[in-house]
């Protein structure tokens, strides 16, 4: 079963605008992390943010996590046409070594 | 650096027929390995997960097995296939540094398999 959900389904923004996508999940965990998959590709790790760290940074990447309310946010600043994909949460337990992934939203940057 | 790969990466088979897809990662030593399905337009589906040889966690259960006979390499299969089973299949790997941590993991390119 999936514990992650992503939040919008699919976002259409034009090139240079931010984009802000959201992930809720329902039990208590150890990190978070966010992919982005190109379409018929494998995943690609973006970033990990544990659940004692509020705000992480990567380049464009802004990740933020509040586990009072089980949420969490991505921020992809002045987007581009090659930031068109979809991006997956996924959660890590407090315990064991595998990732429950949420359905994602594809997002698309129009040039 | 690491590398992971999969193959094939397209496959068409018919309902009945046997499977057999093949990972392999190179450049790491004693990897947790993983095995997803991914249906159109969805997420990911973990399907079996190994953190040695030999050690096979199954998470959902169908007509699918998985077997880890070396290190790096981990073998989806299946004796017959259904119609159901279509979907892209994807490999991925971490780190595996004790138990009750789970780390990024990285993907292959996926097998994109179609029973007709």
């Known amino acids: 079963s999936q514990q992650g959900e992503e939040d919008p389904q699919a976002l259409s923004i034009q090139e240079g605008e931010n984009a802000t996508m959201n992930c809720s999940y329902k039990t208590s965990i150890n990190n978070l992390q966010w992919y982005r998959q190109n379409s018929g590709r494998g995943l690609v790790h973006l970033i990990l943010i544990r659940s004692n760290e509020r705000e992480k940074h990567s380049g464009r990447l802004r990740v933020t996590l509040d586990t009072s309310k089980k949420s969490s946010s991505l921020l992809i600043t002045a987007s581009r046409a090659a930031d068109t994909a979809s991006y997956f949460c996924a959660t890590a337990s407090e315990y064991g070594n595998k990732l429950v992934f949420g359905a994602g939203t594809i997002l698309r940057v129009k040039s | 650096s690491q590398t992971i790969h999969q193959w094939p990466a397209t496959l068409v088979q018919p309902v009945g027929s046997p499977l057999s897809l093949e990972c392999t990662v190179e450049g790491t030593s004693n990897p947790n390995l993983y095995w997803y399905r991914q249906a159109a337009g969805r997420g990911l589906q973990l399907l079996f997960y190994s953190v040695g040889i030999g050690q096979i966690s199954s998470e959902v259960p169908q007509n699918l097995s998985a077997s880890r006979p070396q290190d790096r390499q981990f073998i989806l299969s299946s004796k017959k296939l259904l119609l159901s089973d279509s979907g892209f299949y994807l490999c991925?790997?971490?780190?595996?540094?004790?138990?009750?941590?789970?780390?990024?993991?990285?993907f292959g390119p996926g097998t994109r398999l179609t029973v007709t």
């Open positions: 991925a790997w971490s780190v595996s540094l004790g138990r009750g941590y789970t780390y990024e993991q990285y």
